[in-house]
């Protein structure tokens, strides 16, 4: 909590308007306790003052000095000197970010990830922009939202704590500086940071997680079993979007398949953030199946036993020419730094995009055809639940089995089939695309795969599910999926949402109007069991009656007293809610993975509160559902609040795990179309405004490919190591791909794919390509 004296006196009269009364109180009691709660907290990022150590420093590095509204741009000509300083502007509430919309400037250390050069409104952000990657995965660690952190202008000038949350500076300076902010360019916000005072002389920490990084390259190389080590499990899977333990299997079966890996660093740096440190490093990955080049970021923290573990990793593709040193043997890592005795067992934290692998080629050769690209021939493994998932939900998932085991009795070429591995990372390719203004005008995500795709309105906060992340049932991604054990009636699908209307509960007596805004004072509850099975039953009902789009949903709040109920939050009006809802049910179709619902009794109302997952065409989102119930002289249960909090849940891997053979299904469709030149079969994958390599829409594919066809056919097309990702829009696939055609033409490279589910199947809405070196000869 900041102390009310360093709030600027422009930032008052938002606090006092926005909050009513309640936020009056609030301001009264920060004024009262601001010194006691801030050393009572721990030291996150707020206030955070920046050091900048002489070790591992970046040639180029930013800085913004919140406090001063200063920015810095600093370069490393040894020593580290300062090249810019100019004035700019950041958010307009002092302290770190925490949440999407609160109008402050992140505190921690960033990157540049691109350039936005039109589209954007000049007044505002002055017609160019540079990403930051927040938030990070320290950031999604701690429970940080938002997104849209950039480093823009302003068309008219700027002025002191003006932003959303960015941060801003004048047109002539972004015109000077803005060339130098190439991507993977190191930014650190901070409240204070000294330039007088920097680089400070490095205590031996840097050069110890240069150290690791090296070290942590060298167990990955080998193959050994002391890679692990290197990881936090539980911290990496709530930092990441898959389990440690389907990274970790993904990485073992990898280990056992591949001939050879080797890693190259080239230029390990080393920043200290707020409660951790990023390492970094230009990283070139060759193994017996692939070779790739990009950046490699690791995040560092302190365990409860002092030593530093992983708590995050970032991997971003880009061409460095590393590749081409490698293959004409110039390529020449970093010298090793001195090795600490206990390097071996320093045991990070778990990260979240990992570095793209996938089968080698001649393991794929080795199976049938049908087995290259067939999902019954095992071609896609499944990622495992997380071990978070609740029991009823995870019982019904496939289980993850053991290598061995799971190649018993098996053919060779079911064997070589099986090791085509599905994991949830990042593409192996860049991702091209439109991209969205900054978040914080909360406008949408960051870019994903969907070029042009208008983004989800905003949703209310109350009830109103906000795009996160997909779900989908077994057979199709348009089913409900209701926890084991639940009473839940048979609802059918409707066609299209009729109008709502909340109807009071039957046995409630009618009440003049000025009597509904109280509680009428009922017996005690209690968790009995009765009482949950009750309260199940209802939540079921409830999760049927919505997965089904069914108008009847209204009846389950209570009219007379929704949002009116002494212990409840406030929200929106039920009316609000209903037509929120029934905007939602126009929707073609909707898809609905839940959890098991945890109770409790607050005062006289029961609460139900569980994890859930909702797709739908516009999007999806996945967070923690809320509902508070109240107990009529009936004895039934009506909605009395309601509310919907957006977060990671783990439920993408339920859902991947429950699409993944559909999907690959239409993928193989696709290939064997492809081969055999069946332009109808092969356009029908499409959805009709696809975008493939530069041709729009599905009419343009169809030109191109008839006038090819027309003088070459294909002869081969052949996919292997397939990667199903969840994608704010509906599923990525990343494959190697090896094509041959009837001039003698080959080439080989990893294809892209971005599809969307239409209500029966899934479609390819876009593909991009990236060629590969060619493969050695023997």
């Not at 490699?296 to 970032?314: A, C, H, S």
């Not at 880009?318 to 890592?333: E, I, N, T």
């Not at 949950?532 to 389950?556: E, G, K, S």
Request: charged fraction near 25%.
């Amino acid at each position: 909590m900041t102390c009310l004296r360093s709030l600027p006196v422009r930032n008052w009269w938002p606090l006092r308007v926005e909050g009513a009364g309640c936020r009056l109180w609030g301001v009264a009691l920060a004024l009262l306790f601001c010194g006691a709660m801030t050393l009572a907290r721990p030291a996150l990022a707020d206030n955070w003052q920046a050091t900048l150590y002489n070790e591992g420093l970046p040639t180029h590095l930013v800085a913004v000095d919140k406090a001063r509204q200063t920015f810095l741009f600093f370069e490393k000509k040894s020593p580290l000197k300062l090249k810019y300083t100019f004035p700019c502007t950041t958010g307009q509430l002092p302290g770190d970010k925490q949440v999407l919309n609160d109008l402050r400037t992140p505190e921690g250390v960033y990157f540049v990830e691109y350039k936005i050069a039109s589209g954007l409104d000049f007044k505002e952000y002055g017609g160019i922009a540079y990403t930051l990657n927040y938030p990070n995965p320290v950031d999604k660690l701690r429970g940080k939202t938002g997104h849209g952190i950039w480093i823009h202008s302003k068309g008219f000038g700027i002025e002191p704590l003006s932003t959303r949350g960015c941060v801003a500076i004048g047109l002539d300076e972004i015109g000077e500086v803005g060339p130098q902010l190439t991507p993977g360019t190191a930014v650190v916000l901070a409240e204070r940071l000294d330039e007088k005072s920097v680089p400070r002389v490095d205590d031996g920490t840097a050069r110890q997680l240069r150290r690791l990084m090296q070290a942590w390259s060298s167990a990955w190389a080998a193959r050994s079993r002391k890679f692990f080590d290197f990881y936090d499990a539980e911290a990496y899977s709530r930092a990441m979007p898959e389990s440690f333990v389907a990274f970790r299997q993904n990485k073992e079966r990898l280990f056992n398949i591949l001939r050879f890996i080797k890693i190259y660093n080239r230029k390990i740096h080393v920043l200290e953030g707020p409660g951790y440190w990023v390492t970094w490093s230009e990283q070139l990955y060759t193994a017996s199946n692939l070779s790739t080049e990009g950046i490699r970021r690791l995040y560092w923290q302190r365990g409860k036993d002092d030593k530093f573990r992983i708590v995050g990793m970032e991997w971003t593709p880009r061409d460095l020419g590393m590749r081409a040193d490698f293959q004409k043997g110039r390529l020449v890592a970093e010298a090793p730094l001195q090795v600490v005795s206990d390097a071996g067992s320093e045991a990070p934290r778990p990260p979240r995009l990992d570095m793209p692998e996938s089968a080698p080629e001649e393991a794929v050769a080795a199976a049938s055809p049908a087995a290259v690209a067939s999902p019954a021939a095992s071609d896609v493994e499944k990622a495992p639940v997380l071990q978070s998932v609740d029991q009823s939900v995870a019982a019904s998932a496939p289980k993850p089995t053991d290598t061995a085991a799971d190649n018993a009795g098996k053919s060779s070429g079911e064997k070589a089939a099986a090791r085509t591995l599905l994991a949830l990372s990042e593409p192996l390719v860049p991702l091209r695309q439109t991209v969205p203004p900054p978040a914080e005008v909360n406008w949408g995500a960051r870019p994903g795969m969907a070029a042009g795709k208008a983004a989800q309105p905003a949703l209310p906060p109350q009830e109103a599910p906000q795009a996160v992340q997909p779900s989908a049932s077994q057979s199709a991604p348009g089913a409900a999926v209701v926890p084991t054990g639940a009473a839940a009636p048979s609802v059918p699908t409707s066609p299209a949402a009729p109008a709502m209307q909340p109807q009071a509960a039957p046995a409630a007596p009618a009440q003049p109007q000025a009597a509904q805004t109280q509680s009428v004072q009922l017996p005690t509850l209690e968790l009995s069991a009765g009482t949950r099975q009750a309260l199940a039953a209802a939540v079921a009902d409830w999760n049927t009656a919505f997965a089904a789009r069914a108008a009847r949903i209204a009846d389950f709040y209570d009219q007379a007293r929704y949002n009116r109920e002494p212990g409840a939050p406030r929200g929106h009006s039920l009316r609000t809610t209903l037509r929120e809802l029934e905007r939602r049910f126009a929707a073609p179709w909707l898809t609905v993975i839940n959890r098991k619902p945890d109770m409790e009794i607050k005062g006289g109302l029961a609460v139900t509160s569980w994890e859930q997952l909702v797709a739908a065409p516009e999007g999806f989102a996945e967070g923690v559902r809320t509902l508070w119930w109240r107990r009529g002289e009936d004895g039934g249960f009506r909605i009395v609040a309601a509310q919907f909090r957006p977060g990671p849940t783990g439920l993408a891997a339920d859902y991947l795990d429950r699409v993944s053979d559909q999907a690959s299904a239409a993928l193989e469709t696709w290939r064997k179309a492809w081969e055999a030149a069946q332009l109808d079969a092969y356009m029908d994958a499409y959805t009709s405004d696809a975008v493939q390599q530069g041709r729009r829409g599905a009419a343009n594919i169809r030109r191109q490919k008839e006038q090819l066809w027309a003088r070459v056919k294909p002869t081969l097309v052949r996919i292997s190591g397939l990667r199903l990702v969840v994608d704010r829009a509906g599923l990525r696939a990343d494959m190697t791909q090896v094509y041959a055609d009837s001039a003698g033409h080959s080439d080989r490279g990893t294809k892209t794919l971005q599809l969307r589910f239409d209500g029966k199947r899934w479609r390819i809405a876009r593909e991009d390509w990236a060629a590969l070196p060619p493969a050695p000869q023997p």
